[in-house]
């Protein structure tokens, strides 16, 4: 259980074209997921959490025009990056909390997808 | 916000040693941890998390100890294996308020045959 799934695993896109990233939970509904950025040999950055039926609550530095979040079901969670840079090529992912939890672990627990590594050429 | 800090960077160990990774976090109002091992290309994989009310917790050969006075927490590995080899990722939270992960840089642990 708690298995959350992203496609697509890897894209390559021209620059100023837009890239549309699914995140879904798989076998538990997710009212709330969280996108990260994670850039080479770096940590993970969070981007935003995505709240099932309401607006994307963005990390600062984070623009929210650039990635148009949407979580339009309680297993789907999209971002869309919007013409984009060079800069953006990075590793996305998203990770999603079940209801409840799964022991050993407390509860609080988040399950991650398997990430998109994005390309701007 | 919260800020977590992680060390070593990177951390080389003899098969069957003991690896120690620490991590310190600033926000008093954190009450959650998890640690995550993320191999090259892959996902991060949760392989054991703490709660402020407890100060110790062990899953086989990995356990987390938690000092709230000092905030801090560490991971142990006992007994490593090659297939430890990996980055750990600790992080913090607090469970009442959306319960966003604030990540430690990372420790690239390699384990030695």
């Known amino acids: 259980g708690a298995v959350v799934s992203q496609h697509p695993s890897w894209v390559i896109c021209k620059s100023g074209t837009s890239v549309k990233i699914e995140c879904r939970s798989l076998d538990f509904q997710a009212t709330t997921m969280f996108w990260y950025r994670q850039f080479p040999k770096q940590s993970l950055m969070l981007m935003a959490t995505?709240?099932?039926?309401?607006?994307?609550?963005?990390e600062q530095g984070v623009e929210k025009d650039k990635f148009l979040i949407n979580h339009a079901s309680l297993t789907l969670s999209t971002l869309t990056v919007t013409s984009a840079h060079p800069e953006d090529s990075s590793f996305y992912i998203c990770?999603?909390?079940?209801?409840?939890?799964?022991?050993?672990?407390?509860?609080?627990?988040?399950?991650f997808g398997p990430g998109t590594r994005l390309t701007v050429t | 916000g919260e800020n977590v800090e992680q060390h070593p960077s990177t951390l080389s160990v003899q098969e069957g040693d003991s690896a120690v990774i620490k991590c310190t976090y600033s926000?008093?109002?954190?009450?959650?941890f998890p640690w995550y091992k993320q191999e090259l290309g892959k996902r991060p994989q949760l392989i054991i998390d703490i709660r402020s009310n407890v100060g110790e917790k062990k899953d086989q050969r990995i356990a987390v100890t938690l000092n709230k006075t000092a905030k801090h927490f560490s991971l142990h590995i006992t007994e490593t294996q090659p297939e430890d080899s990996a980055v750990y990722f600790c992080?913090?939270?607090?469970?009442?308020?959306?319960?966003?992960?604030?990540f430690g840089g990372g420790t690239r642990v390699l384990v030695k045959p």
């Open positions: 990770s999603a909390r079940p209801p409840l939890p799964k022991p050993p672990f407390s509860g609080y627990e988040q399950y």
């Open positions: 995505s709240n099932e039926g309401s607006k994307a609550t963005y």
């Open positions: 926000d008093s109002a954190s009450n959650y």
């Open positions: 992080a913090a939270s607090r469970m009442a308020a959306g319960n966003k992960l604030t």
